[in-house]
């Protein structure tokens, strides 16, 4: 096959954009289901973005956040990262806990609740994914990485880099009040092979 | 006032003195800086995978640490850097996130840029006068062409110069 027929057309972009407005929006229920409380949801914004750019659309290179990565495997393969920055890891622990610490540090209580919740995100995500798709699909258990956001990045950006120089970034803010915003960014990631079981799958064929 | 020049993610520059070199939050990838001491020029580029010999998406040479260590080293020496007085400095290449099972190629792609990239630089006959390779945290860096020092600022893990 020639290169230039592995290149990822827009309509394979769309139907990424689609199937991340589906998963984040199940990923928000699950989140308000867990919680018994309402969650609001913004639409999300979908973002085709470049390399160099992924990073300035989450505060810059420098910024600190938070990474919660899942690797994906079965049908297909790759994976799935959750960005948080500090403030909305703070805020949606706070939610969970039930208590109010106005500082931004994240101790080891803050960190396993964080896997947690993106354990429980990430799996709506994938179980969403797998109903559209018919897709069997397992995910790993969390890994947590707080640290710059450029080198946090760096980790997609290299797996992603194999088949395109963009990137596809999902952000969804959730609500749980209006004063209080959890600035939620999905990144999923299949490697080459899964990419075409997913988009064949979806009935556009690569 | 010394200029900051930024290097992104899958770019190269070249700078001479007062101009600075930086590139922030290097994760997985390598920051490469190339030096002439006496000329006082030099380069960094910030690369993404050791190797564009089988990848399919490889139009963008300073990706690769074969390919833009090429292009550092021409545009250097176009620039009037001597080939002999060439030296190298390295950072990046860490292991971000961790899983029990650490079979996943993906995991290990910090360390695979930091061998291919030591393999590149001495297959040119580059010296690699210091390097900060490794570990699971990101690193800005910065290289100033005039006494050649490469400084590392990390969250967490201090502030050094290489």
Redesign the interface.
């Given at each position: 096959m020639s290169a230039s027929k592995n290149e990822i057309k827009d309509i394979h972009m769309d139907v990424l954009r689609e199937i991340g407005n589906i998963g984040a929006g199940n990923a928000a229920t699950s989140l308000s289901k867990l919680m018994q409380r309402k969650i609001d949801m913004s639409v999300p914004s979908v973002q085709i973005l470049e390399l160099n750019e992924v990073s300035a659309a989450l505060g810059g290179e420098e910024n600190i956040v938070a990474g919660i990565y899942f690797q994906i495997s079965g049908d297909i393969n790759g994976f799935i990262m959750l960005l948080l920055d500090i403030q909305s890891s703070k805020t949606l622990t706070n939610i969970l806990m039930m208590r109010e610490d106005s500082s931004n540090e994240l101790d080891e209580m803050d960190k396993s609740a964080l896997q947690e919740v993106g354990n429980i995100l990430s799996g709506a995500y994938v179980s969403s994914l797998s109903s559209l798709t018919n897709l069997s699909i397992n995910i790993s258990v969390p890994s947590l990485c707080i640290d710059m956001a450029g080198a946090i990045l760096s980790v997609p950006a290299i797996y992603f880099s194999h088949i395109s120089d963009k990137i596809l970034l999902i952000n969804t803010a959730m609500n749980e009040h209006s004063d209080k915003s959890v600035n939620a960014n999905f990144l999923l990631i299949p490697d080459f092979d899964s990419f075409k079981t997913l988009m064949n799958s979806l009935g556009v064929a690569l | 006032m010394k200029k900051m020049i930024k290097v992104?993610?899958?770019?190269y520059k070249i700078v001479k003195v007062p101009e600075i070199l930086t590139t922030?939050?290097?994760?997985?990838?390598i920051g490469i800086c190339l030096y002439d001491k006496q000329a006082k020029i030099a380069g960094l580029a910030h690369i993404?995978?050791p190797s564009s010999i089988q990848?399919?998406?490889n139009t963008?040479k300073a990706?690769f640490a074969d390919t833009a260590i090429e292009l550092l080293l021409n545009d250097i020496i176009g620039l009037g850097a001597l080939k002999r007085k060439i030296t190298a400095k390295i950072a990046g290449g860490?292991q971000?996130?961790?899983?029990?099972n650490n079979s996943?190629d993906?995991m290990k792609?910090g360390l695979r840029n930091a061998e291919a990239t030591k393999l590149i630089l001495k297959s040119h006959g580059i010296p690699i006068l210091s390097e900060d390779t490794g570990g699971?945290?990101?690193?800005?860096i910065e290289f100033d062409p005039s006494n050649g020092e490469l400084m590392i600022k990390t969250?967490g893990h201090g502030i050094k110069v290489i």
């Open positions: - | 992104g993610m899958a770019e922030l939050g290097l994760g997985s990838c993404m995978l990848i399919k998406n963008n990706k860490a971000m996130f961790a899983f029990s996943n993906l792609i699971n945290y990101g690193r800005t969250i």
